[in-house]
């Protein structure tokens, strides 16, 4: 079951509010556009497949799916 968050969302759009000179509906706005660009938002997985030529992969297969995911992530 997800977590009620919205006093922790109500405090967040009154210190951003106050921070930025604008009023509480309007940071709640914001706020929520920020956090639906930032859910929509992705990238290609990188082309990993040289991994499997390099030396150190031991003649084992790469699992470049998984590497791939590992380098979007950091």
Do not use: W
Not at 43 to 71: I, M
């Amino acid at each position: 079951m997800p977590k009620n968050n919205f006093a922790a969302r109500r405090r967040r759009a009154r210190l951003f509010a106050d921070c930025v000179g604008i009023s509480y509906a309007e940071a709640l706005r914001r706020l929520d556009d920020a956090r639906t660009g930032a859910f929509d938002h992705q990238h290609d997985s990188p082309d990993l497949a040289f991994l499997a030529l390099e030396p150190y992969s031991g003649g084992r297969t790469v699992n470049t799916d998984l590497a791939a995911r590992l380098v979007a992530a950091a």
